[in-house]
């Protein structure tokens, strides 16, 4: 099986479109992103499988969703907000209080207070400890700042690998890479079949924000010295600058793999998906495969329903990252 194509006949040309799908981890499930849809399946403490389809909001599957640049900030959006709610979402399942509702704001609590604790510890944290070096050179303080901002992360990672529940959520999360890798590689969507494959993939989250981190790295740089107070201003309005130029690089990298300069870059992102992924048992993975083959169901159900493009033409490939 091939990633996701839909074939439209127009005056005899076929006009392709190709998807390349794209998850995340959650509370014993894993979600699966499409292009009109998104699929959790969760596994119940007795053993049952809940799957849940639903479609995409406008903003994750418009025009602004496919433009360069923009792409990322919506990218970001999607993970912190979609993320949010699925993963309250699958808590609930696993708990089996599935009937319980996520009320609008406790989702923009969880979210606005999750995004200030990651601009705090990644970027402000940093920055005033460099700070007490008194360094004078732009791209040395950029410098020293980031690789502190790396040993944070990474620490973070570390400390997040101890934790039981946490250790379970990894382990769906390699069950979803290497559900999408073989998908992608065309073997059959069973546990025997997909056992075998990596628990990594290049376009995991923790590879977008290892790019963040470095590219960052390069933006600070630009901006310049300045007082405490702006710097500060700036690591915060400068977050979607960031994502932007991450995702774009993670997308680029995605599709020359073969380019031995590109699998330097994206090589560090790859081992560090080492601490975010752990080999998942058979069952993780079942799960996984429940989540991608509905995805994949859905989209090809709506895409066959959909109307004949007027133009001849080839559409662009397209990728969703997985978390």
Request: with cysteine; charged share 20%; proline share 5%.
């Amino acid at each position: 099986m091939l990633p996701s194509r839909s074939h439209l006949f127009n005056k005899g040309v076929v006009v392709v479109k190709k998807f390349y799908f794209g998850g995340q981890a959650v509370v014993e499930g894993v979600m699966m992103r499409g292009r009109e849809t998104v699929v959790t399946a969760v596994r119940r403490p007795n053993g049952e499988m809940v799957i849940d389809t639903q479609p995409l909001p406008r903003l994750y599957t418009g025009r602004m969703r496919k433009a360069p640049l923009i792409r990322g900030v919506i990218v970001l959006i999607e993970a912190l907000v979609l993320g949010i709610k699925t993963l309250l979402h699958s808590a609930n399942i696993s708990l089996e209080e599935e009937d319980e509702e996520i009320s609008g704001w406790l989702l923009w609590l969880i979210l606005a207070g999750s995004l200030a604790f990651a601009v705090a510890l990644f970027f402000i944290v940093p920055l005033f400890l460099t700070s007490l070096l008194n360094l004078e050179s732009s791209p040395l303080f950029s410098l020293i700042a980031g690789l502190i901002r790396v040993a944070i992360f990474i620490t973070y990672l570390k400390l997040m690998t101890l934790v039981p529940d946490i250790k379970r959520v990894f382990a769906y999360h390699g069950a979803e890479h290497k559900a999408v890798n073989a998908y992608e590689n065309g073997v059959p969507m069973e546990i025997e079949a997909v056992r075998g494959y990596s628990k990594t993939h290049v376009r995991c989250g923790t590879s977008f924000m290892f790019m963040v981190l470095i590219i960052s790295i390069f933006v600070f740089a630009l901006i310049g010295l300045h007082t405490t107070w702006l710097m500060v201003l700036s690591r915060i309005v400068l977050i979607p600058v960031i994502a932007a130029l991450s995702y774009e690089a993670i997308y680029f990298s995605s599709r020359h793999t073969d380019n031995s300069l590109v699998r330097a870059i994206i090589t560090p992102g790859l081992w560090l998906q080492s601490l975010t992924t752990r080999e998942p048992d058979d069952s993780q993975i079942e799960v996984a495969l429940a989540a991608l083959k509905k995805v994949v169901e859905a989209e090809e159900t709506e895409q066959s329903e959909g109307t004949e493009q007027p133009e001849d033409i080839q559409q662009p490939e397209e990728a969703q990252p997985s978390f």
